[in-house]
Nanobody
């Protein structure tokens, strides 16, 4: 069974940094577009960042542009989300996702596999 396993969440203060990791259980994921999404209580799941399979094309939500960076190490089947200058409004459960295509998309419904989520809480 294919799995995506996230790690790296936690409780930090505003202005701090965190790095999330998401490792896939199958090497085929190195060929897939990968994304990060987040969901705060009472809100819909929203796009954060996405990467093409080669990492040469990346996309970001306006709210995180310039602060977050998505990267991937296909040899390790792992995608990362480096989050800098965190704000309280970044608090949410963060999910990594993969779609069985090399084409990047930014809507949750176009992703086929999901991790279990990792909590990020930013205190003011």
């Amino acid at each position: 069974q294919v799995q995506l396993v996230e790690s790296g969440g936690g409780l930090v203060q505003a202005g701090d940094s965190l790095r999330l990791s998401c490792t896939a259980s199958a090497r085929t994921f190195s060929r897939y577009a990968r994304g990060w999404f987040r969901q705060a209580p009472g809100k819909e799941r929203e796009f954060v960042a996405a990467s093409s399979w080669g990492g040469d094309s990346t996309y970001y939500a306006d709210s995180v542009k310039g602060r977050f960076t998505i990267s991937r190490d296909n040899a390790k089947n792992t995608v990362y989300l480096q989050m800098n200058t965190l704000k309280p409004e970044d608090s949410a459960v963060y999910y990594c996702a993969a779609r069985t295509s090399v084409v990047v998309r930014t809507t949750p419904k176009e992703y086929d596999y999901w991790g279990q989520g990792t909590q990020v809480t930013v205190s003011s």
